[in-house]
């Protein structure tokens, strides 16, 4: 089984910044596309900003040119640079990652635990 485990988060007030930290383990042949996701509390989860394994980048609209996505492949850790904070960024944030365990295995998504990241106004 592969785990993804987030680090980063934290209380920070608005306009400021955080990064967020991903590190992919256990039994990886291939790690794909890397994102983060997040969740606010009465919300359903929604993507934030997601990373090709070649490094093609997509944001949500309401993120650009504040977040930005990349990813180390030697280390199998992906980031999220958070600038110009906003209390409306508060929420769970999660790594996910499309893996695949062997050659002949099957992709499948995996998720991490989740980080809390609260913007005070």
């Known amino acids: 089984q592969v785990q993804l485990v987030e680090s980063g988060g934290g209380v920070v007030q608005s306009g400021g910044s955080l990064r967020l930290s991903c590190a992919a383990s256990?039994?990886?042949?291939?790690?794909?596309?890397m994102g983060w996701y997040r969740q606010a509390p009465g919300k359903q989860r929604e993507l934030v900003a997601t990373i090709t394994s070649g490094g093609r980048t997509n944001y949500a609209d309401s993120v650009k040119g504040r977040f930005t996505i990349s990813r180390d492949n030697a280390k199998n850790t992906v980031y999220l640079q958070m600038n110009s904070l906003k209390p409306e960024d508060t929420a769970v944030y999660y790594c996910n990652g499309a893996v695949r365990q062997c050659r002949a295995c099957a992709e499948y998504n995996s998720w991490g635990q989740g980080t809390q990241v609260t913007v005070s106004s």
């Open positions: 256990g039994s990886i042949f291939s790690l794909y596309a």
